[in-house]
């Protein structure tokens, strides 16, 4: 007989143990990347292949999304005759939700999935165990400055993202929906507060740590040549996409509960 | 003694791959291990460099035990070595010379300018030209690859140096000019060198002392002037390249029925 509790149970030991797993990692490469030497250039390229190589992306994603905001809250809020509430509604959608999430998951293709198939093609070619061998510390040369470098531009990529998506919606709602420039302009910002954007860029940075991590963690590990490789890649993409949505709803909660 | 490996055992899953190997690399000298293709000679390199975490025995380097050493220990460790890869494992996200300097700069922490002056004389040694320097490893041929990723082993001037067959996939001239240079590198500099090479002139040329690995032992070693008249049917079939002969080459198949 087959207990039925027993494939969940398995499965749950099996989600424990790779979060263990990535934990340890995690600590590991933060822990050896604080002892130094630190590798500026290798933070560097990866601030750039995150930051400027994902904006057309990113920026393409923002002032659609911003566009179709500000048609689909018209369309809901005239309904009520509520449509002065267009500019507030995309601002406000944009900066705490749209912006992080959705930069976060197009990130998570782009670049999560790059690192994967880097890290996943110098294991299975030996390139990293031939940095040890050159006394280099893989953790702290290769995975450490992608964290960093997760964490800090990813904020700065919504930034702009944000800034983009909120000028989708004044070009619809000016040039489309009728508004004046300014009436929308100082709609936008009148019930902006300090905190909406703070949320929304502290979940950038848990979002791009998320993607880097997912992506050094299944390169690094990857396994059996151009096969494993892409399994990894896989691996790193679904798995960072999941956590930034579950991500993103604790950070809501815990921005929303205060 | 340099090296002292004693009852080194790894196996994968059940591929017992090394089972109980003895071996010593004296100071200074250059000792070679051949045996078959899959004998587990790369293994055991990557076991002695702490690559591969063996399952038991001792490998002892200038008298400090590699087997189950800390990440920290290892890496100082790693100071002493250098590593050509067989497949030659060169970062092809940097430029050939960044290859070669590589140690240099994150060892030594010396500075571009100088560990790119010093990548270029180290690429002369292995008869590669300054044009090279900026390439990228996808540009460049197999045989280059390996050339590269020699100058890259022997940059830093280690005191010991792991060659996997640095000569397969050069042309007899070039391979002769790499033989040359592991020799230099030897008597010259005084490093100890460990190889593993398929080629029985590459043997002949660069070896003080020979070791065969066969079934996961270590079942013949002698100086290289003796490896002629060893008396061991098993190097006698593996120097001589026959096919009939105690070496299982696993082509026997079953008779028919
Ligand atoms: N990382 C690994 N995982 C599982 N098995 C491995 C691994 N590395 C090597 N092996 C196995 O160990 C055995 C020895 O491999 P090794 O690469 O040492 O052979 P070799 O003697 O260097 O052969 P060649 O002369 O062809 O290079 C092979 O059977 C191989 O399948
Ligand atoms: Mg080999």
Redesign the interface.
Known sequence: MINPLQPIGAALIGITQTAGRISFFAGNAIGNGFLG?FYWRQLWRQMVEIGFYSLPVVGLTAIFTGMVLALQSYTGFSRFEAESAVATIVVLSMVRELGPVLAGLMVAGRVGAAMAA?LG??RV???I?????????PLR?LVFPRLIAGLVTLPLLVLVANVIGVMGGYLVGVHKLGFGPIEYLNRTFEFLETQDVVSGLAKAAVFGFIIALMGCYHGYHSRGGAQGVGTATTHAVVSASILILTANYFITEAFFSR | MKIRIRGLRKSFGSNHVLQGIDLDVPQGQSVVVIGGSGSGKSVLL?CI???IEADAGSILVDGEEVVGAS?RR???L??K???L?Q?A?????LPVWENVA??LM??E?TERPEARERAIQTLAKVGLTPAVADQFPSELSGGMKKRVGLA?AICTAPEIIFFDEPTTGLDPIMSDVINDLIRTCVSDLGATALSITHDMGSVRKIADRVAMLYDGAIIWEGPVASIEDSGNPYVEQFIRGHADGPIDVGQKVPAGG
């Open positions: 030497p880097e093609t110098m070619t030996e390139q165990d031939a940095l040890s061998t050159l006394s280099t510390d040369y | 990557k460099l702490g690559l990440a290892l890496t100082t790693r100071t070595f250098g590593m890869f497949s494992a060169l970062f092809d996200s590589f140690g994150a060892a922490r890259r």
